[in-house]
């Protein structure tokens, strides 16, 4: 037997019994040691003893006479066996049921989340108003929980139950048995976030390490204030299961948002740094996003000292993991250094403000392009050329005609007499315009010559087709061949050369030529599209069929059953043949060592000045010319490795890139190398492959990076003294953000596994209503209390027995 010690037979046994929370209970033991089928048989002997001697008793006393007398028989035999086992009174002192209360303070719960439930985020701000908070960050949540209407929780918990607090960061800290409401009150409000540097939280061992702290008695409950977060050690499902066996449920109050944090980064912006004036400055950026796939948002460029955007464009943002690539365009008119700024409007529920912009300075410089136009005959291209070149303040123009004679070079001041066949004479030059020439009146050092001005000057050069002689009469020019980035090799030996076009058509710009400074015709891409369509169409056009591994098609013109004439056939064996149903390239661009070449397969660009005049014609040829010679603002600047973060986390993928500033140093292939230092791991090397999208840049991405300190040295090609370095950090993943969002799912299957119950701020309240009563915990035993050799005991013996035999005497039953 047993129960709780009624405070009167507390005090008629003289118990102490505590008061508040603690109590007693009570119980019976004995010092019997028999077995309990020995004592059964025991008391069925005694029984069948005392019915059987009453049984074959006189037949004059009635049966009800000798059941009472067997009755007190067997009251005193029991009374007998009572002494015998040495009964007493087992007094238990007990307390209140435990309960634990853990809040986590992790890095993540100083996230303030951003709610789309108007009503819910105005609760929050209510609440926390009430209990003197102002950030509605998720520990201010927690905090809030515990001490508004009064610190309410905290006294009712206190009230029922014995209540241990628990801190919860990266290893789990009691904080705290206090039952004083008001000093854990306090101790709470002071309660700060782990440091946001934090690497883990380890909230599935902390619950572990609580249900052992009550090894000896398992608490009715265990309440958890947290957002689910776990970066390492035991998962909360882990944690579920242990507390499932001990049979101990866990009641989970989630904090914050269960979606992506909403988030916009501006990851990079690549702009040249050192441009003409009056060129298109592109700024190439990328966007990520998170939680917030498919909004818009607006993308803008502003100028120092200039308050509005000078361009901007609305974007739709990616989905998380997802990057997107925006074009802003600046075309500065005056030399001098320019600091912009690309930034995206922070939104008010981002997570982070201070990742939506990036700075960049630009060097712009007037530096006169000196240019040398050269032409086998006076053509309508080459006399508007010149005309135009003649006329523009940057450009140093000397021209060279084949078909003129010596008066004409008397006469205009920017002929030659001849085309410059010293090799010191013609690196004067910035950039060659080399159109329709007769080769076999050329002298023949021209074209080791021209070769030299591109892989080794930098120089800049501009193929120009034309129905007489090039390409056709080049084929056996191994060094001009080596420079255009068409493949004339297969043409035949003695074509019929195209007819008119008598349709006409209209150059496109590819993806790829709307990224290039050249076809920049507009102020913005959106602008520059619609200009290329409504220029005057041509009507000669060289049928490029087969472009060199590396070529970009910067411009395109019709397919092939758009021309009319005879057209030479590409061969079939050629490897880099293209489809005769795709669009016929107009504009092609090739690297050559550090140069620039480019080839246009048309000789009547003049006929864009129809119904516009000079405006757009003169805006291609000049930016043509300014991208041809870049190389001229980067000679001596060297090179620059830089990776696109200084620290990265374990397994994120690095992006390299390389960039020439000079590019008579870039390597005449597509590849560069670079050799890779880590702290605890083995040398090795990266290819960098070039971006056909960005002159002189070649990247390399290295994926699954490992913790340590890591060193990238340039190691091919090699360039003269200190090799371009970059260097960045790998660290432990800070997983207190790699998932910042409130685990729900997680939070709500461990209350469901250890039968408990899930929680979010808005049904909070109804928490305490729903958690168990538990179980006194038993603090201390009292000496027994001996009730065999009571007086009282002894008496009634003997009363039973005396009675016994009075009565039997009466009967004459002695």
């Given at each position: 037997?047993?129960?709780r ?7 008629w046994?003289g ?36 019915a ?13 006479y ?61 609440q926390?108003?009430?209990?003197g908070?102002t ?28 209540s ?49 702290d009550?090894?000896?008695?398992p ?9 689910g ?19 101990v ?9 269960d ?29 990520k ?9 607006k ?13 901007s ?16 365009t ?14 995206i ?94 080769p ?24 120009l ?9 080049y ?20 074509p ?18 709307l ?6 015709l ?38 092939m ?7 030479p ?8 043949i ?9 504009v ?24 516009v ?5 003169s ?37 390299l ?45 290295l994926?699954?990076?490992r ?6 040295l ?19 993943p ?6 910042p ?8 299957a ?16 109804q ?8 179980h006194?915990v ?7 209390i ?29």
């Amino acid at each position: 037997m047993s129960g709780r010690v009624p405070n009167a037979v507390a005090d008629w046994l003289g118990l102490n019994v505590p008061t508040g929370g603690d109590g007693a209970t009570w119980q019976l033991d004995s010092a019997w040691h028999w077995a309990p089928w020995a004592t059964l048989l025991l008391v069925i002997a005694a029984v069948a003893w005392t019915a059987v001697l009453y049984a074959r008793e006189s037949s004059s006393v009635d049966r009800p006479y000798r059941m009472l007398l067997a009755a007190l028989r067997l009251a005193a035999l029991g009374i007998l066996l009572s002494i015998l086992a040495q009964w007493a009174i087992v007094v238990r002192i007990t307390g209140s049921p435990s309960i634990a209360v853990v809040v986590d303070r992790s890095a993540s719960m100083g996230i303030a989340d951003q709610y789309d439930d108007a009503a819910l985020a105005e609760n929050i701000k209510s609440q926390l108003s009430a209990s003197g908070l102002t950030e509605p960050s998720r520990i201010n949540q927690a905090k809030s929980l515990l001490l508004h209407d009064d610190a309410r929780w905290l006294k009712d918990l206190n009230a029922r139950y014995r209540s241990e607090w628990y801190w919860l960061a990266g290893g789990i800290e009691h904080a705290s048995s206090d039952r004083d409401a008001q000093r854990l009150a306090n101790a709470i409000r002071e309660l700060k976030t782990d440091s946001a540097d934090s690497n883990a939280t380890r909230l599935g061992d902390g619950l572990k390490q609580v249900l052992t702290d009550f090894r000896g008695s398992p608490p009715a409950a265990i309440v958890v204030l947290t957002d689910g977060v776990v970066t390492e050690g035991v998962p909360l499902s882990g944690a579920a299961d242990n507390a499932r066996q001990r049979g101990v449920p866990l009641f989970t109050v989630g904090l914050g948002r269960d979606a992506p944090p909403r988030d916009i980064e501006l990851t990079d912006v690549l702009v040249d740094d050192v441009v003409f004036a009056n060129d298109l400055v592109i700024f190439q950026a990328q966007v990520k996003a998170s939680g917030l796939e498919g909004q818009t948002a607006k993308v803008s460029l502003f100028r120092d000292g200039v308050a509005q955007p000078i361009a901007s464009q609305e974007i739709k943002l990616p989905a998380a993991g997802q990057s997107l690539s925006v074009r802003l365009t600046d075309r500065p008119t005056k030399p001098g250094t320019i600091k912009y700024t690309v930034e995206i409007a922070v939104r008010e529920d981002e997570i982070n403000k201070e990742n939506n912009r990036q700075q960049r300075t630009v060097t712009v410089r007037d530096d006169t392009i000196h240019v040398l136009l050269a032409h086998g005959y006076p053509s309508y291209e080459f006399r508007f050329l010149k005309t135009l070149l003649e006329r523009d303040r940057t450009v140093k123009l000397s021209t060279f005609l084949q078909d003129a004679d010596a008066a004409y070079a008397e006469q205009d001041k920017t002929a030659l007499l001849s085309f410059p066949v010293d090799r010191n004479e013609l690196f004067n030059y910035d950039v060659l315009i080399f159109g329709d020439l007769d080769p076999q009146l050329m002298p023949r050092a021209t074209w080791t010559n021209l070769r030299a001005f591109a892989t080794e000057k930098g120089g800049g050069m501009a193929f120009l087709a034309g129905p007489r002689f090039l390409p056709w009469r080049y084929q056996d020019n191994s060094d001009v061949t080596s420079l255009l980035p068409i493949d004339i090799q297969s043409l035949p030996r003695d074509p019929n050369l195209p007819a008119a076009i008598t349709n006409g058509f209209r150059v496109r710009p590819t993806a790829l030529g709307l990224q290039n400074p050249a076809l920049q015709l507009g102020d913005s891409p959106v602008e520059t599209e619609k200009i290329w369509t409504e220029l005057a169409p041509l009507y000669w056009l060289f049928p490029i069929t087969a472009l060199k591994p590396g070529a970009q098609v910067l411009a395109e013109g019709p397919v092939m059953p758009e021309l009319s004439g005879d057209l030479p056939a590409a061969p079939t064996t050629q490897s880099a043949i293209r489809n005769p149903q795709s669009a016929i390239p107009v504009v092609c661009f090739q690297y050559v060592g550090a140069g620039r070449v480019e080839f246009l397969a048309v000789d009547s660009t003049w006929r864009w000045r129809i119904g516009v005049g000079d405006t757009y014609f003169s805006r291609f040829w000049v930016q043509t010319i300014r991208f041809l010679a870049r190389g001229k603002l980067n000679q001596g600047r060297g090179a620059q490795l830089t990776s696109d973060r200084r620290e990265y986390r374990r397994g994120e993928t690095a992006q390299l890139r390389l960039r020439f500033l000079d590019e008579r140093l870039a390597p005449v292939g597509d590849e560069a190398k670079a050799m890779i230092e880590a702290t605890g791991q083995e040398r090795r090397q990266v290819s960098l492959r070039r971006n056909p999208a960005t002159e002189g840049v070649f990247e390399a991405t290295l994926p699954d990076l490992r913790d340590g300190q890591y060193e990238i040295l340039l190691a091919e090609p090699k360039i003269a003294g200190t090799p371009p370095t970059t260097r960045f950090t790998v660290t432990a993943p800070p997983g207190e953000f790699a998932r910042p969002e409130m685990d729900a799912a997680a939070l709500r299957a461990a209350a469901e596994t250890t039968r408990g119950k899930f929680y979010t701020f808005a049904d909070a309240d109804q928490l305490l209503a729903g958690l168990p009563p538990g179980h006194r915990v038993p603090i201390e035993n009292l000496p027994p209390i001996p009730i065999w050799n009571r007086w009282w005991l002894l008496l009634a013996f003997l009363s039973c027995l005396t009675t016994e035999w009075i009565l039997r005497k009466r009967k004459g039953m002695m």
